[in-house]
T-cell receptor
């Protein structure tokens, strides 16, 4: 089974400051990694994903994440946040197709991190 | 981009009635769709996996007779909450799995169900 731990439930920052949202995962097989953002009363929007290749992944809205296999981490970063980045962020993993079996495609989510950007 | 819609976005119903929620993939075909439930200030809980043309696979603890799922076509899955009770009030979100490119799930905007 897989598990995802988001180490911070809430992260307050000031506008234009850098931010890092931490995510660690546990899995006995290879996984895909995702970050999603959820604005109030809305569904989830994909920010970025790591499938293979370069460990530094760039996503939308200026976010990027780095896959660290040895530390089983996939932290999300942005060098300068805006008020509009205020939202809840979810880290998630899914099994790769060859390892999927009956769990193919299922996402396991972390608990979420609420990012609040203050003026 | 891949777009998934849900209808209705918000529904209020009386206890004992049934409510149907639709999930559509608008610009791609989805052989697999997922249904999630999200409690206030909580993460998403996977309820079931819906595969086109076959029975849904429910997660442990989810009542399949209460949450009926039908995946009639490659672009439509429906969730029917039968005999709804106040404890069924929640935010229900669907997602559609887009094959290829990492099999990314694209999420609908969610449906807020309130049972009085």
């Amino acid at each position: 089974a897989q598990s995802v731990t988001q180490l911070d439930s809430q992260v307050p920052v000031f506008e234009e400051a850098p931010v890092e949202l931490r995510c660690n995962y546990s899995s006995s097989v290879s996984v895909y990694l995702f970050w999603y953002v959820q604005y109030p009363n809305q569904g989830l929007q994909l920010l970025l994903k790591y499938l293979s290749g370069s460990t530094l992944v760039k996503g939308i809205n200026g976010f990027e994440a780095e896959f660290n296999k040895s530390q089983t981490s996939f932290h999300l970063r942005k060098p300068s946040v805006h008020i509009s980045d205020t939202a809840e962020y979810f880290c998630a993993v899914s099994l790769r197709p060859y390892a999927g079996g009956t769990s193919y495609g299922k996402l396991t989510f972390g608990q979420g991190t609420i990012l609040t950007v203050h003026p | 981009g891949a777009v998934v819609s849900q209808h209705p976005s918000r529904v209020i119903c009386k206890s004992g009635t049934s409510v149907k929620i639709e999930c559509r993939s608008l610009d791609f075909q989805a052989t697999t769709m997922f249904w999630y439930r999200q409690f206030p200030k909580k993460s998403l809980m996977l309820m079931a996996t819906s595969n086109e043309g076959s029975k849904a696979t429910y997660e442990q603890g989810v009542e399949k007779d209460k949450f009926l799922i039908n995946h009639a076509s490659l672009t439509l899955s429906t969730l029917t909450v039968t005999s709804a009770h106040p404890e069924d009030s929640s935010f229900y979100i669907c997602s559609a799995l887009r094959a290829g490119a990492g099999d990314t799930q694209y999420f609908g905007p969610g449906t807020r169900l309130t049972v009085l």
